[in-house]
């Protein structure tokens, strides 16, 4: 199942253990590369410092938010020396530049969704400028049309160019 990029921000996280929410997932944490949610910043609820949540402690996501074993899933910033990086990155996807290929720039991501059980980001929404929205209205891009992800914007292939499609030799039937 596909969640839109409001479904998954701002999200209480609940423990299984206490049955009661342990914290506020505000934000995910993108790794840039594949476009996969490799955890979320969280607000603790019980003295509000920021903590992070991994993605792979994600037991389930329901109605009422993310659930979590307990407590101790949601790790220091400091803690977590292989996401370093990618923190320091601060990847958003939210506002990137959507181009072509031919550096025909599209708009800007307005919305995005991600799968529900891998977290790969699979379709982007891009808002157009006022003029092409209005003849076109909003863009939708699928994950296999992108080519690049850099700090400043995705590079996805043209969506209006077509495949050529080969002729196929039609057999003509022998004449008896």
Same mark, same amino acid.
Request: proline residues 4%; charged residues 25%; contains cysteine.
């Given at each position: ?8 921000? $701002?999200?209480?996280?609940? &423990?299984? /253990?206490?049955?009661? @929410? ?7 944490? %993108? ?8 955890? +979320?910043?969280?607000?603790? *609820? %019980?003295? /509000? &410092? ?8 994600? /037991? ?5 938010? +993310?659930?979590?074993?307990? %407590? ?13 990086n990618?923190?320091? #990155?601060? %990847? ?10 031919? @550096?025909? @720039?599209?708009? !800007? ?6 799968? *529900? ?5 699979? !379709?982007?929404?891009?808002?157009? &400028?006022?003029?092409k929205?209005? *003849?076109?209205g909003?863009? *939708?891009?699928?994950?296999? $049309?992108? #080519?690049?992800?850099s700090?400043? $914007?995705? #590079?996805i ?6 495949t050529?499609?080969? =002729?196929? =030799?039609? =057999? !003509?039937?022998? #004449?008896?």
């Amino acid at each position: 199942m596909l969640l839109v990029a409001k479904s998954i921000t $701002q999200q209480p996280v609940m &423990s299984l /253990r206490t049955g009661g @929410k342990i914290a506020t997932a505000h934000r995910p944490i %993108f790794n840039p590369d594949n476009l996969k949610i490799v955890g +979320f910043h969280c607000e603790e *609820s %019980f003295n /509000r &410092s920021h903590l992070i949540l991994l993605s792979q402690d994600i /037991r389930d996501h329901i109605k009422q938010g +993310f659930v979590v074993d307990d %407590f101790e899933v949601l790790a220091e910033p400091n803690d977590l020396i292989r996401l370093q990086n990618l923190l320091k #990155i601060d %990847f958003e996807l939210i506002g990137k530049v959507v181009a072509t290929k031919n @550096k025909e @720039k599209l708009g !800007k991501v307005v919305d995005y969704a991600v799968d *529900s059980e891998t977290l790969y980001v699979q !379709k982007l929404y891009v808002g157009q &400028s006022m003029l092409k929205s209005l *003849s076109d209205g909003q863009l *939708s891009v699928d994950r296999s $049309q992108i #080519i690049e992800v850099s700090d400043r $914007q995705i #590079i996805i292939k043209d969506p209006l160019q077509t495949t050529p499609v080969k =002729a196929q =030799a039609i =057999a !003509k039937p022998a #004449i008896g």
